[in-house]
């Protein structure tokens, strides 16, 4: 029997396998855990699930101890476990890939509608209880037929969102480190570009690469300039692969029309430059949150600690 720590709240069906077979101290409380508490915790752990609103770093690891041998992070983006600090103590990583793609991309979409149909806008001035009738230029917002959604990272997400581009009429371009297999290419219509002419090009800029040094403020003041003014950016991915000041100034500047985020540079504080405009739409980082998603995401991080601990390969390791 080993002892395995969950660092927060997830869906109990995951929680129960896993003590079906180890000693698990799941932290139960609705607020996040502690720094305090959690390097008082995994004392003594053989296996930790992590969310990615805690820092799995070498501090951490060090506090779990030497018998720790396996770190499931339940989300698909990893920037929050460093990982050379486990392959070095020989801890295996674990992400939950695949699992959200189709709940991700769901929010990308929204997000899509909410900024080119004034959506978010448009709840709000009912709710302000704001006068408002119907009118030929009343919040008028701009059309996604025939117009090009650029996906920047064409990984399982960025396809799926591409997918909803093309049932929404749209065609789709791509920046990607490597190129899609020729009949998913077809199947999407998708071109792959530069970075450059993909800004340059779309009607809609959609984020959908991991979070690393190498993409760190991959949008910024420079790619906000070269985009078209009538385009929109929508990050669903990570908050600080966008230069977030430079957003506020881009929107409030009209570089570009507008933009939806569910991720921020500095979660959960949002630019306040961002909450004074009415051309982004702002979402609380809740792009694989349904119940079916988090419980598949939940169950996926506890088979791969499973698998660890019983001497076995883990379906979803990050490194292979
Ligand atoms: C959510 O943001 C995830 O990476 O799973
Ligand atoms: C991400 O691209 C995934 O496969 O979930």
Same mark, same amino acid.
Request: hydrophobic share 45%; net charge negative.
């Given at each position: 029997?080993?002892?395995?720590?969950?660092?927060?709240?997830?869906?109990?069906?995951?929680?129960?396998?896993?003590?079906?077979? +180890?000693?698990?101290?799941?932290?139960?409380?609705?607020?996040?855990?502690?720094?305090?508490?959690?390097?008082?915790?995994?004392?003594?752990?053989?296996?930790?699930?992590?969310?990615?609103?805690?820092?799995?770093?070498?501090?951490?690891?060090?506090?779990?101890?030497?018998?720790?041998?396996?770190?499931?992070?339940?989300?698909?983006?990893?920037?929050?476990?460093?990982?050379?600090?486990?392959?070095?103590?020989?801890?295996?990583?674990?992400?939950?890939?695949?699992?959200?793609?189709?709940?991700?991309?769901?929010?990308?979409?929204?997000?899509?509608?909410?900024?080119?149909?004034?959506?978010?806008?448009?709840?709000?001035?009912?709710?302000?209880?704001?006068?408002?009738?119907?009118?030929?230029?009343?919040?008028?917002?701009?059309?996604?037929?025939?117009?090009?959604?650029?996906?920047?990272?064409?990984?399982?997400?960025?396809?799926?969102?591409?997918?909803?581009?093309?049932?929404?009429?749209?065609?789709?371009?791509?920046?990607?480190?490597?190129?899609?297999?020729?009949?998913?290419?077809?199947?999407?219509?998708?071109?792959?570009?530069?970075?450059?002419?993909?800004?340059?090009?779309?009607?809609?800029?959609?984020? +959908?690469?991991?979070?690393?040094?190498?993409?760190? +403020?991959?949008?910024?003041?420079?790619?906000?300039?070269?985009?078209?003014?009538?385009?929109?950016?929508?990050?669903?991915?990570?908050?600080?692969?966008?230069?977030?000041?430079?957003?506020?100034?881009?929107?409030?500047?009209?570089?570009?029309?507008?933009?939806?985020?569910?991720?921020?540079? +500095?979660?959960?504080?949002?630019?306040?430059?961002?909450?004074?405009?009415?051309?982004?739409?702002?979402?609380?980082?809740?792009?694989?949150?349904?119940?079916?998603?988090?419980?598949?995401?939940?169950?996926?991080?506890?088979?791969?600690?499973?698998?660890?601990?019983?001497?076995?390969?883990?379906?979803?390791?990050?490194?292979?």
């Amino acid at each position: 029997m080993s002892k395995i720590v969950v660092t927060g709240r997830i869906p109990e069906v995951a929680v129960e396998r896993l003590r079906a077979e +180890h000693e698990v101290d799941a932290w139960s409380a609705a607020e996040a855990i502690s720094r305090e508490e959690l390097l008082a915790r995994v004392a003594g752990a053989d296996a930790l699930l992590t969310l990615l609103t805690e820092r799995v770093d070498a501090e951490l690891l060090n506090a779990a101890g030497p018998q720790l041998k396996v770190v499931a992070n339940v989300a698909v983006g990893y920037d929050n476990v460093d990982v050379p600090a486990c392959t070095a103590r020989g801890i295996i990583a674990t992400n939950t890939p695949g699992v959200l793609t189709e709940a991700t991309a769901d929010v990308a979409f929204a997000l899509i509608l909410m900024a080119t149909r004034r959506t978010g806008e448009g709840e709000r001035v009912i709710r302000s209880g704001q006068p408002w009738k119907w009118g030929m230029f009343y919040l008028l917002g701009s059309g996604l037929q025939g117009k090009t959604l650029g996906v920047v990272g064409m990984g399982g997400i960025g396809q799926a969102t591409a997918r909803r581009a093309r049932a929404f009429g749209m065609d789709v371009i791509y920046q990607s480190r490597s190129e899609l297999a020729p009949e998913v290419a077809a199947e999407l219509g998708a071109r792959r570009v530069e970075l450059d002419e993909l800004l340059a090009t779309a009607d809609v800029v959609s984020l +959908h690469c991991p979070y690393s040094p190498a993409t760190h +403020h991959l949008i910024g003041a420079e790619q906000f300039a070269a985009m078209r003014d009538s385009a929109y950016l929508v990050n669903t991915a990570r908050g600080p692969i966008v230069d977030e000041a430079a957003l506020a100034d881009a929107l409030r500047d009209g570089q570009i029309a507008g933009a939806g985020l569910d991720v921020y540079e +500095h979660e959960p504080q949002v630019h306040p430059g961002l909450l004074e405009l009415d051309n982004v739409a702002l979402l609380p980082h809740l792009g694989s949150a349904t119940v079916e998603t988090r419980t598949a995401m939940a169950n996926l991080a506890a088979d791969n600690a499973l698998a660890v601990l019983a001497g076995t390969q883990p379906p979803t390791p990050i490194e292979k």
